[in-house]
């Protein structure tokens, strides 16, 4: 399978922590993108860093990608409980118009 | 407000029984999507289209089929639903640059299918 790797697969943090997440992937990328699912609910695009970037800010997201480790983390500071949902990777396959999901992270925050 | 759009929200249909999801788009993208997505579980692509150039992947059931009469529309049918494709079924757009991707997905709100 093509599909991303995400770590860790569930995290609990104190309102107020920062949390961060991993993701791996197998392909060579055009960018990679940060989306937030609430349960039950639609894909909310977050951030998309392009392959020739290394990091990229907004708000109280940070993304950091190292292409040569076909990695990349998302940094959530100062979390809040609105935050609590399932957060996932999708990078956009070289080539293709193609977009692969790693197998996300589900966090929760707790108030 | 531009946007994706699905309907319905939520299907029932019995086993084996055919049904269509649909999806449309007001913001004039290339590229739509089909994705799957089981219960805690990531999104699966099933297919999607450039224009009319439909590509499926290699690992989609033949009893899911898509059309994409125009620009605008496009629809899965569910040949014949079995208890395994009750999911939540996400459509997409983009609009790639040239011949490669560099935009970010738009979604839509989703439908989710129960089989009974």
Not at chain 1, 17 to 46: D, F
Not at chain 2, 14 to 34: A, D, E, I, R
Not at chain 2, 52 to 79: G, H, M, V, W, Y
């Amino acid at each position: 399978s093509q599909q991303g790797e995400e770590d860790p697969q569930a995290l609990s943090i104190q309102e107020g922590e920062n949390a961060t997440m991993n993701c791996s992937y197998k392909t060579s990328i055009n960018n990679l993108q940060w989306y937030r699912q609430n349960s039950g609910r639609g894909l909310v695009h977050l951030i998309l860093i392009r392959s020739n970037e290394r990091e990229k800010h907004s708000g109280r997201l940070r993304v950091t990608l190292d292409t040569s480790k076909k990695s990349s983390s998302l940094l959530i500071t100062a979390s809040r409980a609105a935050d609590t949902a399932s957060y996932f990777c999708a990078t956009a396959t070289s080539g293709t118009y193609k977009y692969i999901f790693g197998t996300g992270t589900r966090l929760k925050v707790l108030a | 407000d531009a946007m994706v759009i699905q309907n319905p929200r939520y299907q029932v249909t019995q086993f084996g029984k055919p049904v269509t999801l649909s999806c449309s788009q007001t913001l004039n993208h290339n590229v739509m999507y089909w994705y799957q997505q089981k219960s805690s579980q990531a999104p699966k692509l099933l297919f999607h289209y450039y224009d009319k150039d439909f590509n499926n992947e290699a690992d989609t059931p033949d009893n899911f089929q898509s059309r994409r009469p125009n620009t605008s529309f496009c629809f899965l049918d569910i040949r014949s639903p079995g208890l395994g494709d009750a999911a939540m079924y996400l459509c997409a757009t983009s609009r790639p640059r040239g011949s490669i991707s560099t935009d970010t997905q738009y979604f839509g709100p989703g439908t989710r299918l129960t089989v009974l």
